[in-house]
């Protein structure tokens, strides 16, 4: 089992650049794969950005590209989400998830999943 807990949520303004984190504690060393979901209200949970924590390229989706960073402290459990230039688009429940392998968009490739952070941007 792996526990993972979100972090960083709130209020913020268009344009803002809030980072989310997410602590994760447990069977640590079975994951190496990370991600990033969100849910906006009356949508569908969506992918946002997956790294491997040993390294490698990290995946984003296209809305978030060149905005969003996501990246680890290994030595600490966390994994973080840099936001950048938010928009009110981008309000949701944020999620971190982890990887059963392959880094994938698809909900069913992560099975562990932290409650959620709330992250409201206002215009």
């Known amino acids: 089992q792996v526990q993972l807990v979100e972090s960083g949520g709130g209020l913020v303004q268009a344009g803002g650049s809030p980072r989310l984190s997410c602590a994760a504690s447990g069977r640590t060393f079975s994951t190496d794969g990370m991600g990033w979901f969100r849910q906006a209200p009356g949508k569908e949970r969506e992918f946002v950005a997956a790294m491997r924590l040993s390294g490698g390229t990290a995946y984003y989706a296209t809305s978030v590209k060149d905005r969003f960073t996501i990246s680890s402290d290994n030595a600490k459990n966390m994994v973080f989400l840099q936001m950048n230039n938010l928009k009110p688009d981008d309000t949701a429940v944020y999620y971190c998830?982890?990887?059963?392998?392959?880094?994938?968009?698809?909900?069913?490739?992560?099975?562990?999943w932290g409650q959620g952070t709330q992250v409201t941007v206002s215009s």
């Open positions: 998830a982890t990887a059963r392998g392959r880094l994938e968009v698809a909900e069913r490739a992560y099975n562990y």
